[in-house]
């Protein structure tokens, strides 16, 4: 008997027991924020190494959140499409106040 795929809305309960500590938050956002400043520049100056230095930053603040801050294993590791959604929609609730640091 095969399990029933995982949906989003099962797995964002999931990913906000893997960040609950306000540190992991906080290198999140960090790592985030310069994902989209660097997604911003490299479309603007046309140099796409930006992006992947984003994508660089946005992994390498969320990854020291994790191993040393609240001391689990990141999410991308099993669902890397869900945890990167994960990581936009907590981004945009902190922005929003619906969720804090």
């Known amino acids: 008997m095969t399990a029933r795929p995982l949906t989003f809305a099962e797995f964002y309960p999931r990913y906000l027991r893997e960040h ?8 999140h956002f960090i790592g985030t924020s310069l994902f989209l400043l660097c997604l911003m520049l490299g479309i603007v100056l046309q140099r796409p190494m930006l992006v992947l230095y984003g994508v660089v930053a946005a992994y390498g603040f969320a990854w020291i959140g994790h191993f040393f801050v609240e001391h689990n294993r990141p999410a991308t590791f099993q669902h890397p499409w869900f945890s ?17 640091f």
Request: aromatic share 12%; glycine share 12%.
């Open 84 to 100: 990167l959604r994960g990581d936009f929609r907590l981004y945009w609730d902190l922005v929003r106040g619906r969720e804090r």
């Open 20 to 27: 609950q500590q306000r540190g992991t938050r906080i290198l």
